[in-house]
């Protein structure tokens, strides 16, 4: 099974809808609603809420079977650094980080009993740095890390974490730019093209097919 954090998002949903085609797919969102298809359960909480957590771990625990973790949902708040509010940056690192600590950290045991588990973070071409993303870039690099860590920890359950950094895709949040900004993203792209959402679920794919790649960080962002 598949739990996906982040299912409403742009390429959240797209793993959402085509996921479910294959296994069963457990969609967590927050704000934003989605529709329950066949094979797939959608459960709304705040990531930011432990409390939250633990309930829909209580809930669902009975269901928990060969998890595949995916840490899609994130907040993105752009200014610049002094004028960001600390409760900006504290939702940021809340949903960004704290809220996969803590969502991994609940769901492992299963993983551990069943001696099966694949942890897949999403990161981004921002962890490098990026103006007006000071908050959100230190979010996203700590989780290279973050994911080497738990490879080390967990490796010897046949639990595998792997990082996937992202560059521009054309879905989601893109749509909302000027056709200037989205040229100039693509002129950044070797192959001056936005990436498509099909490959981040090849990459999801190969991952949770593979028994030794563990602990790997992978650019798919068309070579920037």
């Known amino acids: 099974m598949v739990i996906l954090t982040g299912a409403s998002g742009g390429i959240g949903e797209y ?20 529709e329950t298809l066949n094979n797939t359960k959608v459960e709304k909480i705040d990531l930011s809420n432990e409390n939250e957590i633990l309930g829909f771990i209580n809930k669902n625990k009975l269901i928990f079977e060969n998890i595949t973790l995916i840490h899609m949902a ?15 940056i504290m939702r940021t690192f809340s949903v960004n980080c704290f ?10 045991p299963f993983m551990i009993k069943q001696k099966w588990g694949r942890i897949i973070n999403i990161s981004s071409l921002a962890a490098e740095g990026s103006v007006g993303s000071a908050a959100y870039s230190a979010s996203k690099a700590a989780l290279q890390g973050y994911t080497q860590t738990l490879a080390k920890e967990y490796g010897r359950f046949n639990i595998t974490t792997n990082l996937i950094k992202l560059g521009y895709f ?9 056709e200037n900004n989205i040229k100039g993203l693509k002129s950044q792209v070797p192959s ?23 602990g790997a960080s992978i650019k798919l962002d068309g070579g920037v």
């Open 192 to 214: 001056k093209k936005l990436g498509m959402p099909s490959e981040v679920l090849k990459l999801i794919n190969y991952i949770q097919s593979s028994e030794y790649l563990n």
């Open 15 to 34: 793993i959402y809808r085509n996921k479910s085609k294959d296994e069963f797919v457990l969609g967590i969102t927050n704000k934003n609603s989605i």
């Open 74 to 88: 994130a907040v993105k708040i752009d200014k610049l650094m002094y004028n960001f509010t600390d409760e900006e």
């Open 99 to 108: 809220a996969n600590f803590s969502l991994t950290k609940h769901l492992l």
């Open 170 to 178: 054309d879905v989601g949040l893109i749509n909302n730019l000027t």
